[in-house]
């Protein structure tokens, strides 16, 4: 073999390019680095190799000025210096493989569970386009979560994008890890973004314990910067789409999509970017209809079933984050402060919570009895006040009646702790709870 021959051979496997632009770091502050030389070369959303004299680290291009561009690192620990170089080293790529089951990962792909190094797959952008419209296949396969006011009153679909709506403490990790737990799924991929660092392992060792052989968890606490933040749930996302395309049902849990677009805003802020909606600027909202649009059905065989949490600020439902995820998702489930004071858990409000898609998740029977059911509520919610000062008279109003009779009970059938097992057939359950109350004299279930 000559000499040209081996050399080949040698750089058959090599993926590092033989050269490198680089440019030179002029300036810095604690949340950016400014490098001169790569003007005319970089582009928004490549990665810079900056070294320190700790080491080298990798930092995002955020903006680009005729002079400089505008780099923030993804770590802080990397002491910044005049004249550094900085090597661009194009868009961030992932490369996820079936061997990442059951490990912690930051949002970097590097494993934070102290096991073996990460094998390799093919490579993934982190920053994928979603799937073009006309690719999309039809959400029609229903879904069961184990969860029994989700399954009777917000149904999921394989493919739905859905989001659980609420004020801090209300208990959206608790239902995201009781969602998490059932058994329909293939595959599990957390994003725990910007979450307290004690919650993390009693977010894997509590709903998703006996599943972890099928989690991949994606983990930024919310002591790291706002570009590891930002990045942990396109990683997230990035891993569900390689098991999309082997074919998978994926659940992808995104805890939470505040936080990300809390972190989203921070980064487009220093960059430079103006604020129009009570703070945020509008590339926030124009990133997470993005990252949402990538979870879906394509023409392959795998899905991608998306719950984001929205942690509602000030229990304002109205506020810029949870407007634009409640306008973008496939439905809202909304959890209750005051149902969850009441001690029902979880505190799932059914008549404020929607599926746009219940009508592919639902029988015909059971798509009757969820109506009548919320109409009972509603009814039996509307006249709380009225019943609590005395001026409700039995027998006076027949619908009225039945509520009363019947809405304590579906309460107290749809009460559900994590350590519960998933429920296999909600609405076989309950019609046995109200029935059971019917041989008891108490009440009739409601007839679809």
Not at 79 to 106: K, M, Q, S, T
Not at 184 to 199: C, I, K, M, N, Y
Not at 238 to 249: H, I, L, P
Request: proline share 6%.
């Amino acid at each position: 073999m000559g000499a040209l021959e081996r050399l080949a051979d040698v750089l058959d496997g090599y993926t590092e390019p033989a050269v490198r632009l680089s440019g030179v770091v002029c300036e810095a502050n604690p949340t950016d680095r400014f490098v001169r030389g790569l003007s005319r070369h970089a582009a928004l959303g490549d990665q810079l190799l900056i070294h320190h004299h700790d080491g080298a680290a990798l930092a995002e291009v955020v903006r680009i000025d005729r002079e400089r561009v505008t780099a923030s690192p993804y770590e802080r620990r990397h002491a910044a210096f005049i004249g550094a170089g900085a090597a661009l080293v194009g868009r961030f790529e992932l490369r996820p493989c079936d061997e990442w089951l059951g490990r912690v990962v930051d949002a970097l792909g590097r494993p934070l569970d102290h096991g073996e190094p990460l094998p390799l797959g093919p490579v993934r952008r982190v920053d994928a386009d979603p799937p073009k419209a006309m690719k999309r296949a039809p959400l029609n396969r229903a879904l069961r979560t184990g969860v029994k006011v989700l399954d009777i009153f917000a149904p999921l679909v394989e493919g739905q994008r859905v989001g659980i709506f609420a004020g801090s403490g209300v208990g959206k990790s608790t239902l995201l890890g009781m969602i998490g737990a059932a058994a329909t799924f293939d595959v599990v991929v957390a994003a725990l973004v910007g979450e307290r660092g004690r919650e993390v392992m009693e977010t894997l060792d509590g709903p998703l314990a006996e599943h972890r052989d099928r989690t991949v968890a994606v983990v930024s606490t919310g002591d790291e910067t706002p570009m590891m933040r930002r990045l942990a749930p396109m990683t997230a996302m990035a891993v569900a789409e390689y098991f999309r395309e082997q074919g998978k049902r994926v659940l992808l849990v995104v805890d939470s999509l505040t936080r990300y677009a809390h972190a989203a805003r921070d980064v487009a802020l220093a960059a430079g970017e103006p604020p129009v909606s009570r703070g945020y600027p509008p590339s926030v909202f124009a990133d997470m209809a993005r990252l949402v649009e990538r979870a879906g059905r394509t023409g392959l065989l795998g899905s991608i079933t998306g719950v984001f949490a929205v942690l509602v600020d000030g229990d304002d439902m109205d506020e810029p984050v949870a407007d634009t995820a409640r306008g973008t998702l496939d439905g809202h489930i909304v959890l209750s402060r005051a149902i969850a004071e009441q001690g029902r858990l979880p505190a799932v409000d059914p008549l404020a919570s929607l599926s746009r898609l219940a009508d592919k998740a639902f029988r015909h029977d059971e798509w009757e009895l969820s109506r009548r059911l919320r109409a009972l509520i509603s009814r039996f919610e509307d006249t709380r006040d009225l019943r609590l000062l005395g001026g409700y008279k039995p027998g006076s109003d027949a619908e009225l009646d039945k509520a009363v009779q019947v809405v304590p009970h579906v309460y107290e059938a749809l009460v559900q702790m994590p350590a519960d097992k998933p429920s296999e057939d909600a609405f076989a359950e309950l019609a046995a709870l109200l029935t059971g109350r019917t041989a008891g004299g108490e009440a009739d279930p409601p007839s679809a």
